[in-house]
């Protein structure tokens, strides 16, 4: 067995109809064979990450619960590390949420939970780290949400984040939230740097960041696909409104 990528187009005569097909069937076999081998690496790394990761988040937590007893002047420098190690275990947790998509294997945890206090939490998390920001939030939903609130958690955190990071120039971002009939709406809006048109499609492709911004704004490119698939998994929907220099407009929709 051997894969193949294949493609054809129908050829059609004046009436509309096909006379003709033109085709090419490609082998890819080794870009898919180093792709498995690829992935196979990112699982097991990360995993194997987890541990140490794990085990340095615990000794500066003891720490930092030392230096805040004796007031110690070199606190910030714990803070910030201990900021350093919150992000790579969050990088990790998303190599290891691609491996659980390629294998189908990136369940949900359903429960009845208060949506707006996720949110609210969400917020105030982001806005302790994000001081140069100002985020506005308006709307509620009216009831209770049976959802996976640690994945809706993700999204909008990943959302956030991102409104802040591509919004230097910029103090405030916008949050709103509409409950539509049997629908929750969050939309999360920024005045940031945009994306160009031709790149809306492609925005929440695995891997994909904007040619030449990559080496300005830090990220792997794998956010907006997990969350993408978050949202599908929820039976919702994802999507961007965005112009350069305007800023963006992410906003997902899922049923209550």
């Known amino acids: 067995m051997r894969w193949h990528l294949c493609r054809a187009t129908a050829i059609r ?8 097909w033109v085709g090419a069937a490609v082998d890819i076999h080794d870009h898919k064979t180093k792709e498995q081998v ?13 541990t140490p990761l794990t085990t340095a988040k615990a000794y500066i937590e003891l720490v930092k619960l030392n230096m805040e007893k004796t007031k110690n002047g070199n606190l910030l420098y714990i803070q910030k590390a201990g900021e350093s190690i919150n992000r790579l275990n969050d990088l990790i947790g998303e190599l290891l949420d691609v491996n659980k998509i390629k294998s189908g294997k990136l369940d949900l945890r359903i429960s009845k939970f208060d949506f707006n206090e996720m949110i609210s939490s969400s917020i105030e998390g982001i806005q302790l780290i994000t001081p140069d920001h100002k985020i506005i939030l308006t709307g509620a939903v009216k009831e209770w949400v049976t959802a996976d609130r640690e994945r809706l958690q993700q999204v909008f955190l990943n959302l956030l984040t991102n409104a802040v990071k591509y919004s230097p120039n910029t103090d405030k971002v916008f949050v709103n939230i509409v409950q539509e009939n049997s629908e929750v709406k969050v939309s999360v809006i920024d005045s940031g740097i945009g994306i ?41 929907k994802i999507w961007v409104d965005s112009e350069v220099d305007k800023g963006s407009t992410f906003s997902f929709t899922f049923p209550i």
């Open 13 to 20: 005569n004046d009436e509309g109809n096909v006379t003709s």
């Open 38 to 50: 690829k992935d196979e690496f990112i699982s097991i790394a990360s995993h194997e990450l987890k």
């Open 196 to 236: 160009l048109k031709e790149n809306i499609s492609k925005i929440f492709t695995m891997y994909y960041r904007e040619e030449g911004r990559a080496l300005q704004f830090q990220g792997l490119g794998i956010g907006l696909s997990i969350s993408h698939e978050i949202i599908q998994r929820h039976k919702g």
